[in-house]
């Protein structure tokens, strides 16, 4: 058995594997369909979506496979993730990586592979859609156009969910930011239109008009303040930005607030 070399990239290619967070997820019925379709398609009893890890394939789908992930030693897709092109093993016992692979010489007993990478959009190869026989065979043009379609279609479901995972910290976000305008605004800006009220009333001596006045301009500053405060935020937020933890004197804090 040959092991697959590490390829040169791959420091980056698990970072890009990380971002999909897709890794140790519950299985999905859009995934499941697809091994069952490739299965289908190209007449194999097993079929899988692998994701070749630092030191496993995880199966995000499997059809005929007990196992949810395997040593990456024995992974066959760790060999197909060497290349962006679709690897057909017809025979495994005659393959030098290969024959004395333990899934070749005990259960499942696989003698066929075919592999097409699952590459995002940045170049990297991240693991494969595979279907797998345990007789020797291999694979009709129709039927290795129609893999390396669905090889396509599991990254775009791949992007998809990232998509969807960052719309959904968009309207999280959003929803925040409603709720903090909601309170933190609206108190202060009820406070200014109170003292114009007052202002308007007549009712009121000189002296206390001109504390109100005072009074008013800072309601009005601290609402600018927080209204820029809420836009900085909401910027920092959508950029991904994080906290910076740092050390503040005690009694600027008290003063900021009082």
């Given amino acids: 058995m040959i092991t697959a070399h590490i390829p040169e990239n791959e ?12 890794l140790d997820t519950l299985p999905e019925e859009e995934y499941d369909d697809l091994v069952k379709l490739a299965s289908i398609i190209c007449q194999s009893p097993m079929s899988l979506v692998s994701l070749v890890d630092s030191q496993r394939q995880w199966f995000k789908a499997r059809l005929g496979i007990d196992d949810s992930e395997t040593h990456r030693d024995f992974a066959f897709c760790a060999h197909a993730i060497l290349d962006s092109e679709l690897m057909v093993v017809s025979n495994a016992v005659e393959d030098q990586r290969f024959y004395d692979n333990p899934y070749v010489t005990s259960d499942p007993n696989v003698r066929f592979y075919a592999g097409m990478p699952l590459v995002t959009k940045a170049g990297y190869k991240v693991g494969t859609l595979c279907v797998l026989d345990s007789v020797p065979r291999d694979l009709t043009n129709e039927q290795r156009f129609a893999l390396k379609t669905l090889g396509k279609q599991v990254m775009n ?4 969910r990232i998509a969807n995972k960052q719309l959904g910290k ?9 709720a903090i305008i909601g309170h933190d605004v609206r108190s202060p800006l009820m406070s200014v239109k109170s ?5 308007n009333s007549n009712l009121i001596s ?9 009074q008013l301009n800072g309601h009005i500053d601290q609402t600018l303040e927080l209204v820029a405060n809420l ?8 950029q991904n930005y994080k906290l910076e933890v740092g050390i503040a004197p005690l009694k600027d804090i008290v003063k900021a607030e009082f």
């Fill in 170 to 178: 968009l309207n999280s976000l959003q929803n925040k930011f409603l």
């Fill in 195 to 199: 003292l114009l009220d007052l202002l």
């Fill in 231 to 238: 836009i900085d935020w909401g910027m920092a937020q959508s």
């Fill in 206 to 214: 000189a002296e206390e008009l001109t504390a109100l006045s005072s």
């Fill in 157 to 160: 479901m791949l992007d998809l």
């Fill in 11 to 22: 420091a980056d290619r698990l970072k890009e594997l990380q971002r999909l967070d897709i």
